[in-house]
């Protein structure tokens, strides 16, 4: 069975750091990404990493703040968090797939439960 368990998230104030970790277990992966859902708006794609190659992308809006990496042997993905702003507020959702590394939430297998982050200001 496969599972993506999250874990990291909590309350921060505007400018802290959080590192957000997925496990995944069951079977590995091509891809595993992020996605966040605040309330009241859609689901929005915050980062992926390709598991075989070492590709990844960012939304703009984290470029330069986020950065997703992995580990192998734990099969684990990582979202470490710096600078973050209120506007980062969010459920956090680790994805998986198993096609290529991807933006649209459509292309991703298997989700996580989420964990929440909240910035204050």
């Known amino acids: 069975q496969v599972q993506l368990v999250e874990s990291g998230g909590g309350l921060v104030q505007a400018g802290g750091s959080l590192r957000l970790s997925c496990a995944a277990s069951?079977?590995?992966?091509?891809?595993m990404g992020w996605f966040r859902q605040a309330p009241g708006k859609e689901r929005e794609f915050v980062a992926a990493?390709?598991?075989?190659?070492?590709?990844?992308l960012y939304a703009d809006s984290v470029k330069g703040r986020f950065t997703i990496s992995r580990d192998h042997a734990k099969n684990t993905a990582y979202l470490q968090m710096n600078s973050l702003k209120p506007e980062d507020t969010a459920v956090y959702l680790c994805?998986?797939?198993?096609?290529?590394?991807?933006?649209?939430?459509?292309?991703?297998?298997?989700w996580g439960q989420g964990t929440q982050v909240t910035v204050s200001s």
């Open positions: 990493i390709g598991w075989t190659a070492p590709s990844t």
């Open positions: 069951g079977r590995t992966f091509n891809a």
């Open positions: 994805t998986a797939a198993l096609g290529r590394i991807a933006q649209r939430s459509g292309d991703y297998d298997y």
